[in-house]
């Protein structure tokens, strides 16, 4: 079993960079892929990003590709989420996951956090 919980929310003007971080208590959280998805305001959730276990290959939607950046401290047990050049339509629920392998589909992941909330004005 593994619990995750989401750290580094809040709100930022457009430009701006927040980074969340996703501490994962446990056993064997090097070995699980781990992934970020964000839900909008009355939206589907969908895929941001993932990492794999062993070499840390990581892996993003078109939308996030050049600002975002996924990475991992095994020894920390934690994952993170780097957002640079924040958009207003990155508001979302950021919430983070994790799995046997690195996947686009939610579907994919048997672990999540609760989510956190990240607000971006204009």
């Known amino acids: 079993q593994v619990q995750l919980v989401e750290s580094g929310g809040g709100l930022v003007q457009a430009g701006g960079s927040l980074r969340l971080s996703c501490a994962a208590s446990g056993r064997a959280f090097s070995t699980y892929a781990m992934a970020w998805f964000r839900q909008p305001p009355g939206k589907e959730r969908e895929f941001v990003a993932t990492i794999t276990s062993s070499v840390g290959s990581a892996y993003y939607a078109d939308s996030v590709k050049g600002r975002f950046t996924i990475s991992r401290d095994n020894a920390e047990n934690t994952v993170y989420l780097q957002m640079n050049s924040l958009k207003p339509e990155d508001t979302a629920v950021y919430y983070c996951?994790?799995?046997?392998?690195?996947?686009?589909?939610?579907?994919?992941?048997?672990?999540w956090g609760q989510g956190t909330q990240v607000t971006v004005s204009s």
């Open positions: 996951a994790g799995g046997l392998i690195p996947a686009q589909r939610a579907g994919n992941y048997r672990y």
